[in-house]
């Protein structure tokens, strides 16, 4: 088990990797964050809260019983990951594009947010 500092340097030997950070669901607050590559991490991580607050809003309004995984956004430069973890936190990642495999980085994500002890 690797705490969050650990997690989030692995985090970031994701090919394309420019930032990533650890946040609280219930919060918004940002418990951890490596890099950013221009973004500020603590107002991405409070506003991608509510990207998650509503996805979980939308589930519960068509009685899905289920939990999310990931959520993926795709801009024209980026992809901007959010991993959740099995208590009310997410890792969230910002990957360049044209540097990162989106399969792979999905699969070392899920790995890592497994190994996450908090």
């Not at 690797?2 to 985090?11: D, G, M, P, T, W």
């Not at 994701?14 to 500020?40: F, N, Q, R």
């Amino acid at each position: 088990m690797a705490n969050v500092n650990e997690s989030l340097a692995e985090v970031m030997k994701i090919d394309g990797a420019t930032g990533t950070c650890l946040v609280d669901v219930a919060s918004g607050m940002v418990l951890g964050k490596v890099g950013g590559g221009g973004v500020d991490l603590d107002l991405a991580g409070a506003g991608n809260t509510e990207v998650v607050r509503a996805k979980l809003k939308v589930m519960a309004a068509l009685g899905l019983k289920d939990s999310i995984e990931d959520i993926l956004i795709t801009l024209g430069n980026h992809y901007h990951m959010i991993r959740m973890h099995k208590t009310a936190l997410f890792i969230y990642v910002i990957l360049d594009k044209s540097k990162s495999n989106l399969a792979m980085a999905r699969h070392k994500l899920s790995e890592i947010e497994k190994g996450l002890a908090v």
